[in-house]
Nanobody, 128 residues
Framework: QVQLVQSGGGLVQAGGSLRLSCAAS????????MGWFRQAPGKEREFVAA????????VYTDSVKGRFTISRDNAKNTVYLQMNSLKPEDTAVYYC?????????????????????WGQGTQVTVSS
């Protein structure tokens, strides 16, 4: 069992930056691949970014490439999402998630069904 507790988020003007954090309980954090998803009002939850167990493999949805960076610190059991050059369309509730599916994660890491544990969500609002 893994519990994920998110922090960060808030209100920022367009062009600004925010960093989201997601702290995991337990001593097996490094055995989970991690992802970030978001859900805007009236829309389905969508993939944002994901990172492999060691952090060596990272993937992003096209709309955030070059602006967002996912990283992890296995010593601190924490994954981060640094968000720069924020746009109003980035406004959403952001969720971190942990996947314990092993190598299968590589072929399906953009799908929320591949993640076993979820954070509580945190609101990010970008004003124009």
């Amino acid at each position: 069992q893994v519990q994920l507790v998110q922090s960060g988020g808030g209100l920022v003007q367009a062009g600004g930056s925010l960093r989201l954090s997601c702290a995991a309980s337990g001593r097996t954090f490094s055995s989970y691949a991690m992802g970030w998803f978001r859900q805007a009002p009236g829309k389905e939850r969508e993939f944002v970014a994901a990172i492999s167990w060691s952090g060596g493999d990272r993937v992003y949805t096209d709309s955030v490439k070059g602006r967002f960076t996912i990283s992890r610190d296995n010593a601190k059991n924490t994954v981060y999402l640094q968000m720069n050059s924020l746009k109003p369309e980035d406004t959403a509730v952001y969720y971190c998630a942990a996947s314990g599916r092993g190598s299968r994660w590589y072929s399906s890491r953009e799908y929320d069904r591949e993640y076993d544990y979820w954070g509580q969500g945190t609101q990010v609002t970008v004003s124009s």
